[in-house]
């Protein structure tokens, strides 16, 4: 009963890291079609922009994780700005050069700056909750909870504010979009602003139970594209549903099989269902 | 109100306009004959801002529009609605409604009065506004797309082929929404290659063929012509 509640914990965990990162690299993709390779590096960004307000100014860690969404969003909005907007009608291959070469750049300036060491970055938040022998790490509790109410905060911006159902609008529609005069400069600002802001949370709310280095970003990114091709490119609940699935996979099945297959799962079980469903669980689109 | 001087518009080397000069008078119901590649939605894209003319000028009121961005061209009160109607098929009509008046968003006020107005020109809008654009008929997604226009406050609202795939009944009811549309002050550019019932409700039209206007003149003229006759009508 423990064991299974354990996995359970971890499956629910890694979903929403993954959840969270996936979804801004499918919102991203809905809207301006670029599969965002760099996304990764923002999420590395994030943990190492918290690990140095907390380490290096002293401060407290939510505060942290707020400036570090900040300064990811930023960060995006330049890509955007200096680097795909200029591409916006090159062919959609110099998009993804372009994505990989941010991935490489920001990884040399961390690189540069804090060197290639592991780092550990610690939270206020360390303690073992106990119910009845079940044991909960409150930073796994924090990540679970954290990221359900980013999604419900943004499910609630893309639906009930006219700002956020611009971005919806765009991805229904571009055309249809500019024909009520919403300015696509805006949206993709805004839907990189968001995308970036996710993966900083997402970082730093993982870090503290995993650690922080230049190349942390790689297999989180993977597998969010794993996700959200399961998931249906573009899709919203794609995203969060394929981040469950794979989160619980990993977990169950680096668990019952072996904590060194837990990678594989995940390639494989992309193999799976792209076999099944070529166009992914939930048709593009679909909100 | 819109004046057009010797635009020219360009994909590749193609020319798909060549030099067309035309306007629309402020309170005008103005046609556009053509048939199908003839430049219309090629036209109808560089008024409103989608597509850059290589060589001429577009005025709105002596105000110089070409090259502005959409979103201001809508600002401006230059609304299309276009063939095809592009709706946010998964929004619900009330949706697809409420982001035609995304540029006048702080109006609250006046946007719940359009939104009664668009649902008394379109009552069945109205039953139907929690479901997806994507589920109603050709139709009624013509009436969401006109609806959506008409919340972003057209001085000059462009109407591309409203009656393309449209049952003859409905395309008859279309019309009269376009004249009433009309009668309220806005002046009203209309694509069409339904031209005898397009023609009937028209002030003045033009006929565009190849990327050129080969005619012009009033409703009378035009449906007197001969040439009108033969290539459009069929009678």
């Known amino acids: 009963m423990n064991l299974l509640f354990q996995q359970v914990l971890n499956g629910l965990t890694l979903g929403s890291i993954y959840g969270l990162v996936a979804l801004g690299l499918t919102l991203v993709y809905g809207i301006l079609h670029i599969p965002n390779f760099a996304h990764g590096a923002l999420y590395m960004v994030g943990a190492f922009a918290s690990y140095f307000f907390m380490t290096d100014l002293g401060l407290h860690y939510w505060i942290a994780m707020l400036l570090s969404g900040g300064v990811v969003a930023v960060l995006a909005m330049l890509c955007e700005r200096l680097v795909f907007h200029p591409l916006r009608n090159a062919p959609p291959i110099h998009d993804k050069i372009a994505a990989i070469g941010i991935l490489l750049f920001l990884e040399a300036v961390v690189q540069m700056f804090w060197g290639s060491d592991f780092r550990r970055m610690a939270s206020p938040f360390g303690g073992i909750l106990r119910f009845d022998g079940l044991i909960i790490p409150e930073q796994r509790l924090l990540i679970i909870v954290g990221a359900f109410t980013l999604m419900l905060a943004l499910h609630l911006f893309l639906r009930k504010t006219m700002l956020g159902s611009t971005i919806i609008a765009m991805a229904q529609s571009r055309e249809g979009a500019f024909l009520v005069g919403i300015d696509a400069n805006r949206v993709a600002m805004l839907t990189f602003a968001i995308s970036g802001m996710l993966a900083a949370f997402a970082a730093t709310l993982y870090a503290p139970i995993n650690l922080v280095y230049p190349a942390m970003g790689h297999l989180v990114i993977m597998k969010a594209f794993v996700i959200i091709v399961l998931g249906g490119m573009g899709s919203i609940p794609g995203a969060i549903v394929g981040a469950m699935i794979l989160g619980f996979a990993e977990s169950f099945g680096g668990f019952y099989l072996s904590s060194d297959y837990k990678d594989i799962i995940a390639f494989s079980l992309l193999v799976v269902i792209l076999s099944f469903r070529p166009t992914g669980l939930f048709a593009k689109g679909a909100h | ?235």
């Open chain 2, 1 to 235: 109100m819109l004046q057009l001087e010797a635009v020219e518009v360009c994909y590749g080397s193609f020319k798909a306009l060549k030099g067309v000069s035309m306007q629309v008078g402020a309170g005008e119901l103005v046609v556009l004959l053509g048939a199908n590649g003839a430049g219309k939605t090629t036209l109808f894209n560089t008024i409103s801002g989608l597509l850059k003319p290589t060589a001429g000028r577009v005025t709105l009121e002596g105000q110089r529009i070409d090259g502005l961005k959409p979103s201001r061209l809508v600002g401006a009160g230059v609304v299309q609605c276009a063939e095809g109607r592009k709706l946010f098929p998964q929004m619900s009509v009330q949706e697809n409604l409420s982001l035609g008046a995304y540029l006048h968003r702080r109006d609250r006020e006046g946007n719940r009065r359009n939104l009664r107005e668009v649902y008394a020109l379109f009552p069945i809008l109205e039953q139907k506004k929690d479901e997806p654009a994507g589920s109603l008929s050709g139709g009624q997604q013509q009436m969401v797309a006109i609806g959506r226009a008409l919340m972003s406050r057209p001085r000059l609202l462009m109407l591309d082929e409203p009656s393309l795939g449209l049952a003859p009944l409905v395309v008859n009811q279309m019309f009269e929404v376009i004249t009433r549309i009309n009668r309220s002050g806005t002046s009203v550019l209309l694509a069409e290659q339904n031209a005898f019932a397009a023609l009937k409700i028209a002030h003045r039209a033009y006929v565009i063929e190849g990327g050129s206007l080969v005619m012009e003149g009033d409703q009378q003229a035009m449906l007197g012509n001969e040439a009108v006759r033969k290539a459009y009508i069929g009678a």
